[in-house]
């Protein structure tokens, strides 16, 4: 993906929008309205509208017992359309399932999005050791093999 600037263009509410989807990671999956506000430098009130509507919309959702928000059920089925649409994912799934079949090794398909590695399939192996990995996770690419490949 590319970065785009900030431009007088763009609609301020949308990119603060983004900008709070795009904080919620698999190490911070909750958060509260003044916590995202602290980090993103934005008002309470402004977090706290933006995430009504993202809530609204499905994107994300309220604890109700804990008045915490994580990312809602409709970021998954959009993750799901882009995953499955993409070239690359369609022509390696049967590969990496023959590597699977005949290393005994589980396999991972990344790709590299600026300096970082996320991963968009895997293939777990039947035996026990397992590798802990997230599809969708953004890793640097100097930390991870793939990255490095």
Same mark, same amino acid.
């Given at each position: 993906?590319?970065?785009?600037?900030?431009?007088?263009?763009?609609?301020?509410?949308?990119?603060?929008?983004?900008?709070? &989807? #795009?904080?919620?990671?698999?190490?911070?999956?909750? !958060?509260?309205?003044?916590?995202?506000?602290?980090?993103?430098?934005?008002?309470?009130?402004?977090?706290?509208? &933006?995430?009504?509507?993202? *809530?609204?919309?499905?994107?994300?959702?309220?604890?109700?017992?804990? !008045?915490?928000?994580? &990312?809602?059920? =409709?970021?998954?089925?959009? *993750?799901?359309?882009?995953? /499955? #649409?993409?070239?690359? /994912?369609?022509? *390696?799934?049967?590969?990496? =399932? !023959?590597?699977? &079949? !005949?290393?005994?090794?589980?396999?991972?398909?990344?790709?590299?999005?600026?300096?970082?590695?996320?991963?968009? /399939?895997?293939?777990?192996?039947?035996?026990?050791?397992?590798?802990?990995?997230?599809?969708?996770?953004? =890793?640097?690419?100097?930390?991870?093999?793939?990255?490095?490949?």
């Amino acid at each position: 993906m590319e970065t785009v600037e900030r431009r007088s263009d763009t609609l301020s509410s949308v990119r603060n929008a983004a900008r709070i &989807l #795009n904080s919620f990671t698999a190490d911070n999956p909750t !958060q509260r309205v003044s916590d995202i506000a602290l980090d993103l430098d934005l008002s309470k009130s402004t977090v706290s509208r &933006l995430l009504a509507t993202l *809530a609204l919309e499905g994107l994300v959702y309220k604890e109700p017992d804990t !008045q915490e928000y994580r &990312l809602g059920t =409709n970021v998954l089925t959009m *993750a799901g359309v882009l995953i /499955h #649409n993409m070239d690359i /994912h369609k022509e *390696a799934a049967p590969l990496l =399932n !023959q590597v699977v &079949l !005949q290393t005994g090794e589980t396999t991972h398909l990344a790709i590299l999005d600026g300096l970082d590695t996320i991963y968009i /399939h895997k293939e777990e192996a039947t035996h026990p050791t397992r590798i802990k990995t997230h599809l969708g996770r953004r =890793n640097p690419s100097y930390c991870t093999s793939s990255g490095k490949v």
